[in-house]
């Protein structure tokens, strides 16, 4: 069985997210998050930077979120959540999955480090407006873009909008914004799905 081990709010809910849509059996342990546990040597030999999540499936253990979302896909997906390689749908889906973690939550994970490294009477809010800025010119685009569509691929729903999902969720922590009505209208929809409610709340005590 895969095991998923993970925190709260991160970015397990993406590998949990779409094991719930295809049907993979796993498990979930929730780790200490303290930076004392992070450092620990049990720790790093799982994850050589410290942080969450680490999937292990058999002798096979990762680090990187998306890279997990991606090799259940292909290991167990059966051509489900992704279209074929090589299509033009698939270099949109892959586009759009990438975008959600290398530009649009590049900015709002700034936000947390931001927060989380420097002492509070020198944090610089013009800064961490700065990267609300970011993040909002990222929601502009996605909402141009989803402004005909139920899903970023059109009516199909797919792994992308797994990547997309998570992105607007911790957007929705840092840089709230009720500017953009088809993003709202399409973030709404992603929430009624019931593999994104399990992950979501995955790590509640």
Known sequence: M???????????????WVMEELGIPYEVEIIDFSAEYRETHEWRSKNPVGKVPVMEDGKLTMFESGAMVQYL????????????????????????GWFAESTFARPLGEIVNHRRSIPKEYQSELA???MQQRAHTCLEALDQHIADKTYLLG????AADIMMGYSLHICDLLAPTDKYQHTTLYWERLKTRNGCRIAIDAGNK
Not at 2 to 8: A, Q, R, S, T
Not at 88 to 94: F, V
Request: without cysteine; neutral net charge; proline residues 4%.
């Open 73 to 96: 896909l292909d290991k167990y997906g059966e051509g489900q959540l992704q279209p074929a390689p090589g299509s033009d749908d698939h270099a949109q889906y892959l586009q759009w």
């Open 155 to 158: 009516e199909s729903f797919s």
């Open 128 to 130: 961490i407006k700065e």
């Open 2 to 16: 895969i095991k998923l081990y993970h925190v709260k709010g991160t970015r397990g809910i993406r590998v949990i």
